[in-house]
């Protein structure tokens, strides 16, 4: 087996999140803290992401991309396992460091060695870029209605059938750090002989003086952090539509069903499927089109009085996200040296980072107050976001 297939392998097992589906029940049932609380602790996440990305970046770049990924594995199976010890908030924040750092040792990394490997195998970094995203979905897809079910079925248990499901969900991420053990990365010259800190600084830097890079991150980081809200926010809606926790994981599979299914129908699972798209329709009109469609739907989910018509919201959200991804990644790492390719991708988690700070304990307390408010916020966000990047790339066209 290739690099490129057992980063495949690892990629899936990564995903393969059994409590996706009763996320917000592990939280309230078991854990017993509000919205605010849970993302106040998803902010912290991303705090600790913002704060470690870069030199975790910079320390795959400089003493190998899979070294990183044997970190950041052994610390999310750790990290899942400090989450379902015992419900105190203490405990979760613990939790979400260990699974922050575990995040940014990833991140970055994976997508560097994947790119170098695809170009090492005579393969197309856009194919592999795509089938990553089809792996993610396909993965939620069928571990979503797998650990609802399981939920389910323990409902004797109380609260403690979430806990139990999250706790399982710990033997994926400890398999793929087992993958990781098998790939393969080429040593020899050592690509820097400064340290962490310069490179994470030299990384910024490139950023920073690339004006389309830096608008490729901020198009990533502002749109695409307003789509990770309907993953926490769907099972709330599907709840006050009368919809039972069971559905949950049906649902889920649904709109991972529709993401992969999209991203077939558009070929950006083959590479020259995806030059022809992008010729017909232009990289940045995809871009414009997914994001607008996208905060339209959350202000469909927020006023909608039917569950016929949150649904769809539910269902596409996620598939404009899986239009975005690939093309982003493509032309984030296209734009990227190979000296600094760890270094840039976790920039670019670091900004997405940095915005999620700010919306998470904002969106977290609206959602207390009225969920509607919290899915308006973000189609606003989404749309105003839209707007403002269109003419970001506009200028840089003259």
Known sequence: MDNVKKMYLFWFLREFFLVGAVTVPFFIQWGGIDYAQIFTLQAVFYLV???????????????????????????????????????????????????????????????????????????????????????????????????????????????????????????????????????????????HRRGVVKISKDGIDAVLKNRYLTALIADRALIGSSVIFIFWFYQSILAAHGVGVFWNGPVSAAFNLICVGLLAFFGFGVHRRVKEVERHFGAKNILFASALVMGVLYIVAAFSQSIWLALPAILFIPAMRAVREPVLLDLINSESSNRRRATINSVADMASGIILIVLYPLVGMLADISLSFALALLGCLALASTIAMQKAYQKLQK
Do not use: C
Not at 69 to 91: E, F, K, M
Not at 94 to 111: H, K, P, R, T, W
Not at 119 to 140: D, E, H, M
Not at 171 to 177: F, K, N
């Open 49 to 191: 992401i913002t704060v470690a990305q870069v030199p975790t970046g910079a320390f795959a770049d400089k003493y190998g991309r899979k070294n990183s990924l044997l970190i950041g594995s052994a610390l999310g199976t750790a990290g899942i396992l400090v989450y379902s010890s015992v419900p105190s908030i203490w405990v979760f924040l613990l939790a979400e460091v260990i699974v922050g750092l575990a995040y940014s040792f990833i991140g970055g990394a994976d997508m560097a060695l994947a790119f170098e490997s695809a170009r090492k195998g005579g393969q197309k970094a856009p194919q592999v870029f795509t089938n990553s995203q089809i792996l993610y979905y396909g993965a939620a897809m069928l571990s979503a209605p797998v650990g609802s079910t399981l939920a389910y079925s323990l409902s004797w248990m109380g609260p403690e059938s979430f806990r139990l499901v999250f706790m399982i969900s710990a033997l994926p991420v400890l398999a793929a750090g087992l993958v990781a053990l098998t790939l393969e990365e080429k040593h020899g010259k050592p690509r």
